[in-house]
């Protein structure tokens, strides 16, 4: 690793999620996240007009052994809440207020994959929408975000 990533408190975690180096400015102080780090979330690709990112179904399952649909939930309210801050930009911060889904079919073992793309992207208000598949590009849930973009100085 760079010299230069070597100061960033979360490098580690961040290389670990599959963060890329230039955007380690903008997550260094607080890193991906507990839940992302516990969930196995790992990026794959990540840009303010579409994240795509895998999470193992092995331990975030349910007791029926299925993965968890709160899982599939925490997958995609990541997703859309890293993709609404891109586009928030430096000066400003997204606060989730709606998130749901509907799941159409259940997963008991392999990967999840959540792809993000944005139906709305406003100056106070982004929309957008998650779609999670499995290994074999089924498609296992569908999931809407909304969230508000605040200056850095509100709360």
């Known amino acids: 690793m760079d010299d230069n990533f070597t100061q960033v408190p ?16 903008w997550l260094g102080e607080r890193g991906v996240g ?10 794959v690709e990540l840009s ?19 993965l968890h649909g709160g899982a599939h939930v925490v997958l995609a309210e990541t997703l859309g ?11 400003r911060h997204a606060l ?13 073992s392999g990967s999840v994959t959540g792809t ?3 139906i709305h992207l406003g100056r106070t208000l982004t929309t957008h929408e998650i779609v999670m598949t499995d290994d074999q590009g089924r498609r296992l849930s569908t ?7 605040r ?5």
């Open 10 to 25: 979360y490098a580690d975690e961040l290389t670990a999620a599959g963060v890329p180096p230039h955007l380690f400015g």
């Open 34 to 43: 507990a839940l992302v780090v516990k969930m196995g979330i790992r990026f």
């Open 48 to 66: 303010a007009e579409r994240i795509v990112a895998t999470m193992p179904v092995e331990g975030n399952t349910q007791l029926a052994g299925i």
């Open 81 to 91: 809440s890293v993709a609404a801050a891109l586009h928030a930009g430096t000066e």
């Open 96 to 108: 989730g207020i709606e998130v749901g889904a509907t799941h159409h079919r259940s997963i008991a």
């Open 116 to 118: 993000c793309t944005p």
């Open 143 to 149: 999931a809407k975000i909304t969230n508000m973009l």
């Open 151 to 155: 200056d850095n100085h509100q709360k």
